[in-house]
Structures are given as C-alpha cells and as structure tokens.
C-alpha cells in the first residue's frame, strides 16, 4: 500500500516569507507527527496529532510554527516568517494505536527540504 | 529528561566485518527503543524495535537487545553488506508520541 507522502520535495523560500509543508499519513492511521533534521543530525520532534487534535506540541521552537489536521487525515506544517535557521529537511511520520503507547512503530515520508535564503 | 547516545561514526567496515554501534538512553520508566535506518537517498525506515526489557529486536540479521541494567540497545551484526551502507539511528520512545532521536551514526562498508 502507499506510505507517507510529502509534498512538496523541496521548497525554496526567502527570508521573511511564508511555507506550507503537506503530510499525507498511511490511510487508516490516526497519529501523525512532524521532525526537523537538520544535516548530520538525528531528527527533532516538533508536534504530534491523534486524531484531529494536538496531543503535544512541545517541539515546536516558536510561534511562527504551527500544524493543523482538520480532518484527522492530511496535515499542514506552516512557518511564518521564514529565517535562515529554518533550514532543514521536515519529515512527517504516521502511525495506527493497536500497542501500548509508546510502543508503535511510526513510518516516515521521504521529507521536504527547505531552504531559506 | 530523556536522552539518546550513540558512538559517534563514521565506521568504515570491510565486507563480511562484524558491526557493532553502540547506543545508550536516559529514561525514566521503561521506554521502547528503536533503531532506524537512512539509505541513501531514501528515508528513514524501521530496522527493529525492542518494546521492554530483556527483549531482542532482529531483522535482515541485525540485532539489538534492550538492556536496563546498562541503559543499552546496541545494535550489531556478524557479517556486514556493501548494501548496509546508511546512516543509523537509535531512538527512543517514552509512552508518549514522540521518539527522541541519537545524533545517527554513518556505516561506510567497503567491498
């Protein structure tokens, strides 16, 4: 079956504008979550939707971030306000509760490369 | 807080080498850990996972088992591939959503 998808691949934005970054999760699967990687480093969590809501945004380094899931299925990462350290590739994962928590394997999309410049 | 460790690479193996990566955690009560592997150009994909302690996560003949005692899950296997060649990383999860990443360790096998 199809897996995580991304879009777009790569974005390149200048400094000072806005991005929209698009998760499409396995279908069925209820949580879905968003990571910054930065080059050479493992990836950082920035949020994490079950269902439609937000269970834990914690990760997300400042206002000008924020997801939405209206739908529970499909989610939107948009950052306002684009600095150069905003660079980075954004993955998106998605997985189903059947385990106890914590114990789920999340699968992750192939990512968006930003690049602001 | 909870935290993830691992050796620093990049390993340069020769094929048929053994492999071991070493990864240790900080967590309070009893995380899942995993490992996760990057091949080039593609993106990051369960290699196994170990849910509590004692237990040996196994798949295409890596293995990693979950040690309290030593706060491990080192990753290892007997006989390397040219095609094992990727980044690995150790993560944990701590009965919440979010895993909790090592900084990835690069595996370089040479033929």
């Known amino acids: 079956g199809a897996g995580v998808s991304q879009t777009p691949s790569n974005k390149v934005t200048e400094k000072g504008k806005y991005v929209e970054l698009r998760c499409d999760p396995i279908?069925?699967?209820?949580?879905l979550y968003w990571y910054r990687q930065s080059l050479g480093q493992g990836p950082e969590f920035l949020i994490y939707f079950q269902g439609t809501g937000a269970a834990d945004d914690s990760g997300l380094p400042n206002d000008r971030f924020f997801a939405v899931r209206p739908e529970g299925s499909v989610s939107t990462l948009k950052i306002q306000r684009t600095e150069r350290g905003d660079s980075a590739v954004y993955l998106c994962?998605?997985?189903?509760?059947?385990?106890?928590?914590?114990?789920?394997?999340?699968?992750f999309g192939p990512g968006t490369r930003l690049t602001v410049l | 807080g909870n935290s993830v460790t691992q050796m620093e690479g990049p390993v340069t193996l020769s094929e048929e080498a053994f492999l071991t990566i070493n990864c240790t955690y900080t967590?309070?009560?009893?995380?899942?850990l995993f490992w996760y592997v990057q091949y080039p150009g593609e993106g990051l994909q369960l290699l196994l996972k170990a849910t509590k302690a004692d237990d040996k996560g196994s798949n295409k003949g890596f293995e990693a088992t979950y040690r309290k005692e030593t706060t491990s899950f080192h990753l290892e296997k007997g006989s390397v591939q040219v095609s094992d060649s990727a980044v690995y990383f150790c993560a944990l999860n701590n009965q919440g959503g979010k895993l909790i990443f090592g900084q990835g360790t690069e595996l370089s096998v040479k033929p």
């Open positions: 967590a309070t009560g009893y995380p899942s």
């Open positions: 994962a998605s997985s189903s509760r059947g385990e106890r928590l914590g114990a789920d394997t999340q699968y």
């Open positions: 279908s069925g699967h209820t949580a």
